[in-house]
Nanobody, 123 residues
Framework: QVQLVESGGGLVQAGGSLRLSCAAS????????MGWHRQAPGKQRELVAA???????NYADSVKGRFTISRDNAKNTVYLQMNSLKPEDTAVYYC?????????????????WGQGTLVTVSS
């Protein structure tokens, strides 16, 4: 199994910054992409940002120019630098990884999710 552990959430005033981290561990064979999703109260989970091994990134329109995703492939870690935070960014942020796991010599498709970290932006 592959586990993802997030950290870095908290309470911040509008206009402030936070940096989220997510480290993957366990039966990892390879990770192709890692990303961040968020879910606000009463809303569906949405993609915030994603990054592939090749360096390609993808952002939700609502965070472009304010959030930056980065990866440390050697550490199987992904970061989300969030600047100019707005109250509407308040949500639980979930880390996600896609790739392959290896257990007892068997390689299988893998998709893992973290437990979520709460980000609250006050006005």
């Amino acid at each position: 199994q592959v586990q993802l552990v997030e950290s870095g959430g908290g309470l911040v005033q509008a206009g402030g910054s936070l940096r989220l981290s997510c480290a993957a561990s366990g039966s990892i064979f390879s990770i192709n992409a890692m990303g961040w999703h968020r879910q606000a109260p009463g809303k569906q989970r949405e993609l915030v940002a994603a990054a592939t091994n090749g360096g390609s990134t993808n952002y939700a329109d609502s965070v472009k120019g304010r959030f930056t995703i980065s990866r440390d492939n050697a550490k199987n870690t992904v970061y989300l630098q969030m600047n100019s935070l707005k109250p509407e960014d308040t949500a639980v942020y979930y880390c996600n990884a896609e790739g392959y796991s290896e257990v007892a010599g068997t390689i299988d498709v893998m998709e893992a999710w973290g437990q979520g970290t709460l980000v609250t932006v006050s006005s």
